[in-house]
């Protein structure tokens, strides 16, 4: 007798739900690879072809018309394949003149999909920074939407930049990952305050746009509650905000300040984990880890404050608006920009300065 979904009723052998659980993870496992080489052929064959139209650049003097044309030929040629476009020809001709041994450092270029190479080369121009964010996006699994504004709020000069007494409070492979976990500053422009704003009004902004706020807090980051409720000793005390991090596997209590760090803050949070960890924290978990965000803050004070703190506290600054330098502000099309070319569609041309860089600029 079958179900109605075609699935036999008879009673399974003894093991059966293991064995099929990894074969399933074998499979899995089997579609990722065949994707990474299919993805991996992909951005071989584009670096052929880029280091192809590089040199009869160079050696022939080839331009923009001779590209244009080249790309209606292989469109004709191969039709169900998108790709194509004048624009991505060049950026093929970019990767190839800027990527020239396919990697990123030491990573390899080919472990990205195309169009974060793409967003990784034309958003960014320092090598080490090239490579930095490579390898952030192979670890953990980075969209391009997430990539692209990881770069554009600098998060290489953020990542792991918070005061902590993580090194004398944790023990050393712990330790490490915690600090590179926090970040200073953390980025809530996209709450849409003011400076003047207060702790109540940036934390249920914070929970309004949650989904904004745990890409900008990393990876590993699952919200417990807000205004997370402890008693002790018959009186009440409410965290501002918890989470768990299920990479450090311990409890992450959030505190807001909405002005500069004083360091009876600390003594505050220091409470706080104290308090977590006796009522909350299960027996398998980690110390819990406390994360300050006040307005300003001065390093050095922070330092000394938790010099003497007993529990594992990091200090950091937040901003409501945002101060970048103008030439991250003109950025190159967007992703989505590129794709709509890929299909055929009329994009705006990219800025002056950064189409001469990219070679779509004409030549005799």
Same mark, same amino acid.
């Given at each position: @007798?079958?179900?109605?979904?075609?699935?036999?009723?008879?009673?399974?052998?003894?093991?059966? !739900?293991?064995?099929?659980?990894? *074969?399933?993870?074998?499979?899995?496992?089997?579609?990722?690879?065949?994707?990474?080489?299919?993805?991996?052929? *992909?951005?071989?064959?584009?670096?052929?072809?880029? /280091?192809?139209?590089?040199?009869?650049?160079?050696?022939?003097?080839?331009?923009?018309?001779?590209?244009?044309? $080249?790309? *209606? =030929? #292989?469109?004709?040629?191969?039709?169900? @394949? /998108?790709?194509?476009?004048?624009?991505?020809?060049?950026?093929?001709?970019?990767? !190839?003149?800027?990527?020239?041994?396919?990697?990123?450092?030491?990573?390899?270029?080919?472990? #990205?999909?195309?169009?974060?190479?793409?967003?990784?080369?034309?958003?960014?121009?320092?090598?080490?920074?090239?490579?930095?964010? !490579?390898?952030?996006?192979?670890?953990?699994?980075? +969209?391009?939407?997430?990539?692209?504004?990881?770069?554009?709020?600098?998060?290489?000069?953020?990542?792991?930049?918070?005061?902590?007494?993580?090194?004398? /409070?944790?023990?050393?492979?712990?330790?490490? $990952?915690?600090?590179?976990?926090?970040? =200073?500053?953390?980025?809530?422009?996209?709450?849409?305050?003011?400076?003047?704003?207060?702790? /109540?009004?940036?934390?249920?902004?914070?929970?309004?746009?949650?989904?904004?706020?745990?890409?900008?807090?990393? &990876?590993?980051?699952?919200?417990?509650?807000?205004?997370?409720?402890?008693?002790?000793?018959?009186?009440?005390?409410?965290?501002?905000?918890?989470?768990?991090?299920?990479? #450090?596997?311990?409890?992450?209590?959030?505190?807001?300040?909405?002005?500069?760090?004083?360091?009876?803050?600390?003594?505050? #949070?220091?409470?706080?984990? &104290? &308090?977590? =960890?006796?009522?909350?924290?299960?027996?398998?978990?980690?110390?819990?880890?406390?994360?300050?965000?006040?307005?300003?803050?001065?390093?050095?004070? &922070?330092?000394?404050? $938790?010099?003497?703190?007993?529990?594992?506290?990091?200090?950091?600054?937040?901003?409501? *608006?945002?101060?970048?330098?103008?030439?991250?502000?003109? +950025?190159?099309?967007?992703?989505?920009?590129?794709?709509?070319?890929?299909?055929?569609?009329?994009?705006?041309?990219?800025?002056?300065?950064?189409?001469?860089?990219?070679?779509?600029?004409?030549?005799?």
């Amino acid at each position: @007798m079958t179900t109605p979904t075609g699935k036999s009723t008879l009673t399974l052998p003894e093991g059966y !739900a293991d064995w099929l659980a990894q *074969l399933k993870g074998q499979i899995v496992q089997a579609r990722q690879r065949a994707s990474l080489s299919v993805n991996a052929e *992909l951005v071989q064959l584009y670096g052929r072809v880029g /280091r192809d139209i590089l040199e009869r650049q160079q050696t022939q003097g080839w331009g923009a018309k001779v590209i244009d044309r $080249l790309a *209606l =030929d #292989l469109k004709d040629a191969f039709p169900d @394949m /998108r790709g194509w476009s004048p624009r991505n020809l060049k950026y093929m001709r970019f990767f !190839a003149q800027h990527c020239p041994d396919g990697l990123f450092g030491q990573q390899p270029a080919a472990q #990205l999909p195309w169009f974060h190479i793409v967003t990784v080369l034309t958003q960014l121009t320092d090598a080490a920074d090239r490579e930095w964010y !490579a390898v952030q996006t192979v670890e953990h699994g980075w +969209s391009r939407t997430t990539l692209s504004l990881n770069i554009k709020n600098r998060l290489h000069l953020r990542q792991g930049a918070a005061v902590t007494n993580f090194k004398a /409070r944790l023990p050393a492979p712990d330790s490490a $990952l915690a600090h590179d976990t926090l970040k =200073d500053p953390y980025m809530f422009d996209f709450l849409g305050l003011g400076d003047d704003a207060h702790e /109540r009004e940036i934390e249920s902004g914070l929970i309004r746009h949650i989904t904004r706020f745990l890409l900008e807090l990393g &990876a590993g980051f699952a919200f417990v509650g807000r205004q997370f409720r402890l008693e002790v000793a018959g009186d009440e005390f409410f965290i501002d905000l918890l989470f768990y991090h299920t990479r #450090l596997k311990c409890y992450v209590v959030v505190e807001l300040k909405a002005t500069a760090f004083k360091p009876e803050h600390a003594g505050q #949070l220091n409470f706080y984990l &104290a &308090a977590v =960890d006796a009522q909350v924290k299960a027996p398998d978990d980690k110390p819990t880890i406390g994360l300050l965000l006040c307005k300003q803050q001065n390093r050095l004070v &922070a330092e000394y404050a $938790l010099s003497g703190i007993d529990k594992p506290i990091g200090v950091a600054e937040y901003q409501l *608006l945002r101060d970048l330098p103008p030439l991250l502000e003109q +950025s190159l099309p967007s992703i989505a920009d590129i794709e709509a070319e890929l299909a055929g569609e009329e994009i705006p041309d990219l800025p002056a300065a950064k189409s001469a860089d990219l070679g779509f600029g004409q030549k005799p």
